[in-house]
């Protein structure tokens, strides 16, 4: 179960680039676990470490402002590819709680919402206004759908449901579960 | 007289459990769930907690894929897994089946294979049917007028338990393929195209119904291969219209219908049709029939030319750029001779049967070059089998091609087969991301022709060379 989550304060980072596909996100060769946890590490781990395994100091995510960051602003389609789940939980493991892009991946974003990971999708001005204060403290405000920023701010979208559940911190699992009536009676029928 | 509908809306429509309101989703019925090793531990674990059964193991079909490996021993009837982690993995599926009753096709089963591969051949993937996996290339399903798409974990374990889905519906993309594939060009090189002309991202939130003359013209296998890539288009799935060659492909298949619930079957599917007038949110035309053979050249699907072509200036586009920096590749340097180390055919996109004899069209009589590994992986047992039966595993070993067990193998690095930093791979795999076939390796997607032309070359090739 995720904590509940109406209002989200925090600076971001910015990953510019479009296309970040879950590969990036979590490596395939972090993927033969069992487990939920455990990919603190795994996170952009291609990106973030040099092949020593030491921080990369010029990957945005290691500059000391990145520090406490919560929000990932990041180019187009972000999330693409592989429908891993643990690229979600390897984000959310590194204090990640919502990622900023025009665009994010169909698989990504049903990952993302299960997992108290806001998707916060914005047209390409607001986009490019936010990228311009890259020091700023941003708002994601659940209950309003509305990212604000010093100077700027800019309307999302969220299905009602899933945003329900992000807002109280309740997962579908258990609704799913009180359908089962009407589950029952439409394999009877078919 | 109802309004006319898409194919998309009919196989939602028959699915509604419950309709969407304005607070909540509607619950979609899942036909089919099919499960393999890697997205499904924590998924049973999440059961497990909340004192959860799995709802219908009769409609679960499980195998593994994903982190098994293509060169393992057989030893004493079993299969001996080096790597202890996906040992761990398979055994908690053989674990989780097992408890469930779930049918479960392991390593040791003749009907293991690639989750993808097998449904189809299995006559598990039925037109009209709702089909699932924690797999973002089930899409593949969809050839057959499924509605089918990958999921995550948690939804795995969704469909574990109540066996729905709590969805809101697609949006309804139409692309049209006109003309006939010319002679070398193949279904591979049609989506490469696609996602040439659209992107990467092209068709996020859309299932994309494939339409048009070029599709009749078309094999199952081939309509797999297009149907597959819809994901590398930013699509929710890929769907086609069933028709006489669905229906012959399916016929006789373990799982598919016999005797009377054949044809009163077939009589359902061929209601399966985008209805005349019926609107589609966005819409897409594209010529097949002056297609050439296409390779890509950066680090997402959607970079890709076509194979006398050269690779684009990005301009001031900073993704583009940082991925022929990460290739290695400069502006204006043309793909075709580009020298390469290894060649991979396999993977969801292309290890059937069809594939493999197109590879071997160009293999037979001929040599991999020196100091290149070509690596061919069949997509299921049953492939592997019916391969061996017509002498493909001879030719592509005479040309000193290694021939594995059936697998994801390098089209992910996770069970051992990989490329090296560096190293260089034509593949017939969909994922040309950056360390995808293995930290620091560099992929050019191509079909399966082009793929063994360059393993004879060395170099990335024209197939058309070799195919007269």
């Not at chain 2, 339409?211 to 769907?239: D, Y």
């Not at chain 2, 340097?333 to 590879?359: H, K, M, Q, W, Y």
């Not at chain 2, 070993?397 to 260089?424: F, H, I, K, T, V």
Request: proline content about 5%; glycine content about 10%.
């Amino acid at each position: 179960m995720n904590e509940p989550l109406r209002r989200l304060e925090s600076t971001f980072v910015v990953l510019p680039n479009e296309n970040i596909d879950t590969d990036q996100i979590c490596p395939a060769r972090f993927l033969t676990t069992t487990s939920r946890q455990g990919f603190a590490s795994a996170l952009f781990a291609d990106w973030r470490f040099d092949k020593a395994g030491a921080l990369r100091p010029d990957f945005p995510m290691n500059r000391p402002e990145a520090k406490g960051a919560r929000i990932l602003v990041t180019g187009r389609n972000f999330g693409c590819g592989s429908s891993r789940e643990h690229a979600v939980w390897a984000l959310r493991e590194n204090g990640i709680q919502a990622v900023i892009a025009t665009a994010v991946a169909d698989i990504f974003k049903r990952n993302a919402l299960k997992n108290g990971l806001v998707p916060v999708v914005i047209d390409g001005d607001s986009h490019a206004s936010l990228v311009a204060h890259p020091t700023a403290t941003v708002l994601v405000d659940l209950e309003r759908l509305l990212v604000s920023w010093p100077g700027g701010e800019a309307k999302f979208a969220i299905e009602p449901f899933a945003r329900h559940c992000l807002m109280e911190g309740v997962d579908e699992l258990g609704y799913l579960l009180k359908e089962e009536p009407a589950i029952a009676a439409f394999e009877s029928a078919g | 007289m109802s309004s006319p509908t898409t194919l998309l809306d009919k196989v939602w429509d028959a699915h509604v459990v419950s309709p969407a309101t304005a607070s909540t989703p509607a619950t979609i019925y899942i036909d089919f769930h099919l499960i393999h090793e890697v997205t499904t531990p924590q998924a049973f674990a999440t059961l497990k907690e909340r004192g959860l059964k799995v709802r219908r193991p009769d409609r679960t079909l499980a195998t593994m894929d994903h982190a098994t490996p293509t060169d393992f021993e057989r030893k004493g009837g079993g299969v001996v897994i080096r790597d202890a982690d996906a040992a761990a993995q398979i055994r908690a599926l053989e674990d989780n089946c097992r408890e469930a009753g779930i049918t479960l096709y392991g390593l040791d089963s003749d009907r293991q294979g690639i989750v993808h591969v097998i449904g189809p051949e299995l006559g598990v993937t039925h037109p009209g049917r709702t089909i699932v996996c924690g797999d973002s290339h089930t899409s593949t399903h969809g050839a057959f007028g499924a509605l089918a798409f990958g999921i995550g974990t948690s939804e795995v374990g969704h469909v574990l338990a109540s066996q729905c889905l709590l969805l809101e519906k697609p949006k309804r993309m139409s692309v049209t393929f006109n003309g006939r594939l010319s002679k070398g060009v193949t279904a591979k090189d049609l989506i490469l195209g696609l996602i040439a002309k659209i992107g990467a991202g092209g068709a996020v939130g859309h299932v994309i119904e494939y339409r048009g003359s070029t599709i009749a013209t078309l094999s199952m296998e081939e309509r797999m291969t297009l149907c597959n890539m819809a994901v590398e288009a930013g699509g929710r799935t890929g769907i086609i219209a069933p028709d006489d060659t669905t229906f012959a492909y399916l016929k006789g298949r373990p799982f598919a219908p016999q005797g009377a619930a054949w044809d009163e079957a077939v009589a359902r599917w061929r209601e399966l049709r985008t209805d005349e007038g019926a609107v589609f949110d966005r819409e897409v035309t594209f010529d097949a029939s002056t297609l050439e053979p296409m390779v890509t050249y950066g680090t997402s699907p959607g970079m890709g030319v076509p194979i006398g072509g050269v690779v684009p200036e990005p301009g001031g586009d900073e993704s583009a750029a940082k991925a022929l920096r990460y290739m290695n590749l400069a502006p204006g340097e043309p793909l075709r001779g580009r020298p390469i180390d290894v060649v991979f055919i396999g993977s969801c996109t292309n290890s059937r049967i069809s594939d493999l004899r197109l590879a071997a069209s160009v293999l037979k009589g001929r040599k991999v070059a020196s100091g290149v590994k070509a690596l061919v992986v069949p997509g299921s047992h049953a492939v592997k089998k019916q391969a061996e039966a017509e002498g493909l595993d001879a030719i592509f070993r005479e040309a000193g091609a290694e021939w594995r067990e059936a697998g994801c193998s390098m089209c992910l690095a996770m069970n051992g087969d990989r490329l090296q930093p560096g190293q260089y791979s034509v593949s017939t795999s969909n994922r040309n991301f950056e360390g995808r076939q293995g930290q620091g390796g560099r992929t050019f997607l191509a079909s399966p022709l082009t793929a063994a032309a360059s393993a004879i070359n060395g170099r990335i090739t024209d197939a058309r060379e070799f195919v007269k």
